[in-house]
Structures are given as C-alpha cells and as structure tokens.
C-alpha cells in the first residue's frame, strides 16, 4: 500500500504564495506519475497539475503561468510551487499517484491518494 501526506496548505491573502508538498511511503513504484487535483466546495475534483517520471509537466489552464509541480524522487516527494493565488483558488488540495503512469488529467488514472490538505485564499 501507498501512503501520500500533504502538507503547506493555509490562509492567505490574494495575490500570495504557498507550497504545497506530498510526501509518499509504503510500497514504491520504480516509474511513477504524481498529480495534483483540488476540489471547492460544491464541485467536482478537478486537475490541477501532473509531472511524469521524467518531470513532463501538465497543467490546467486555469494555473499555468502561476503554479509550477516539481518533484524530488530520491525523497519521494512532490512539490506544488502556487503563486499569484486567488479566491478562485480556494479549495482541499489532493496529491495522487498512477504507478507506471506518464502523467494523465484524469481523477481516475490515479490508484493511491493523500487526505487533502486546504487551501484559502481571501480576497
């Protein structure tokens, strides 16, 4: 079993910054894709970002520009750099991991997920 904790979430003001980290252990995958997904309350989970073993990037349109995903993999870590943050930006932020994946958009790639972790952002 994988085990995904997320940390770095809070309240800040608009137009600030946080990062988040996910943090994984337990069984480990030798080729591995991380996402991250938020959800605000009242809507679906939606994507954020993903990076594939080899650090491809992919991000929702509504981030680019302003988040950067990054990943350390001798720490099985992966980072979500938030800047310029928004109210729209307000939301439990999940990490996930699709072992053998390539990176994917797609909530249900992904086989092992974190608790969550809130972020506010105030306008």
């Known amino acids: 079993q994988v085990r995904l904790v997320e940390s770095g979430g809070g309240l800040v003001q608009a137009g600030g910054s946080l990062r988040l980290s996910c943090a994984a252990s337990?069984?480990?995958?030798?080729?591995?894709?991380m996402g991250w997904f938020r959800q605000a309350p009242g809507k679906e989970r939606a994507f954020v970002a993903a990076?594939?073993?080899?650090?491809?990037?992919y991000y929702a349109d509504s981030v680019k520009g302003r988040f950067t995903i990054s990943r350390d993999n001798a720490k099985i870590t992966v980072y979500l750099q938030m800047n310029s943050l928004q109210p729209e930006d307000t939301a439990v932020y999940y990490c996930?991991?699709?072992?053998w994946g390539s990176g994917s958009e797609t909530p249900s790639a992904y086989d092992y997920w974190g608790q969550g972790t809130q972020v506010a952002v105030s306008s």
């Open positions: 996930a991991m699709d072992p």
């Open positions: 337990g069984r480990m995958f030798s080729s591995y894709a």
């Open positions: 990076i594939g073993w080899s650090s491809d990037t």
